[in-house]
């Protein structure tokens, strides 16, 4: 088969013919979009020549989604239609699109083939794919998203995300329950963020006491980092909010409302009138199932240089969630992990060697707890705190805040698209790119 792509007048024709790219990034999400416009602007900055198609991007979705802001539309602080782009519109002419999935990888070979059948070889490849969100996994979840009637919601899909609005801000009386999955999921923080989101509504509008919350579990406490997961639950405990941990929902009876979760004691039932599911998350079959794999399925990357740990791979880098860096899953995590996977690639490219950029698990997770208030978690590996406005003015930030409620709201959805996306924009570095010793 022959599929002709066209990304802006460069035409690549991938089939059966061979495509070859010096930088392949598996991707077009938060990661692959700024990790490949970082290559090339770094490239350009440094007077170095790059040729038509030396960086090109794989990914056959239409669409690209501010994920971070399907909790606002949650909250019915956004409209989900104003968070997406097409994915080609983000794409510079100068950075090739190959509209197609990934098959398989063969690392010994460099290359890769994708659903229709093409290959495409590589100096290097960078794996940026994101996660699996395995909604099947929850017994009638699917069936129940579906279910207009159902009160069974989820931030976590486009298609959901304003169901999840409108179940929260329908409730009038009973019992609204929100669930996280045992394991690891993107953005650890989002299944309360919209907890909170509805215990605000319902006590601004005067529901608070015809609404009972409850927030269930598969993790032993609120939050990874101790020091806002100790501040969370005294705000659970002193807003009235139900709590119950290593509590992993298994299935749903969508007929009777009844939610079950998998406990040490064996099943626990709840009953629920909105329920707000969490689905468990993994990493792609495709990358599950190929070389590049860790035992847990993510691409095995060295925490600090982000390089392969294969020394046979070592033209391969990841970053972000489908990556094994044992650091929360976030758009941040992406500001802090691209410059540092950005110097070793080109370094390597060069001399063969990685630079010596080094990855310090750099995460944040901006925790919204109601309507112009939000805990903004800054931590890195270790699960240590390394706050940005601690460092630069002496804020704590556990605090909840207005002014990091209006980052989360207003600046980072603006940030996000004029900046991150086309590589110009550093996290808590803002708009400069930090430096290396070389
Ligand atoms: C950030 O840069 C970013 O990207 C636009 C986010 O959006 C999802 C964030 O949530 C955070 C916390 C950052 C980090 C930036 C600062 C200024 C702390």
Redesign the pocket.
Known sequence: MTTSIISRGVRYVSTSAKAHHKVLVVGGGSGGLNVANQVYNKYKSEGKKLNEGDIAIVDAAEFHHYQ?GWTLVGAGLKEKHDLRRRLTSLIPSYIAHHSENVASFSPETSSLTTTSGASLSYDTLIVAAGLKINFEAIENLPKALADPTSGVSSIYSYETCDKAWSDISSLRTGKAVFTQPAGIIKCAGAPQKIMWMAWDWYRRNNRGDKIDIDFISGMPTMFSVKKYSDALNALRVERGVGGKFEHNLVSIDPANRVASFKTAEGLVEKDYTILHVTPPMGPHDFIKSSPLADAAGWVDVDPATLQHKKPEYKNVFSLGDCSSLPTSK???AI?AQTPVLVENLTKFLETGEVGKAAYDGYT?C?LLTGYGELM?A?FVYGLKPKE??HELFGIDQVTPRRAFYH??KDF?PW??YDR?VNGR?F??K?ISPPTFSS
């Open positions: 971070p976030t758009a941040a500001t944040s901006p903004l800054e940005t406005f980052l989360k980072f940030v996000y991150m924009w996290g808590p803002g």
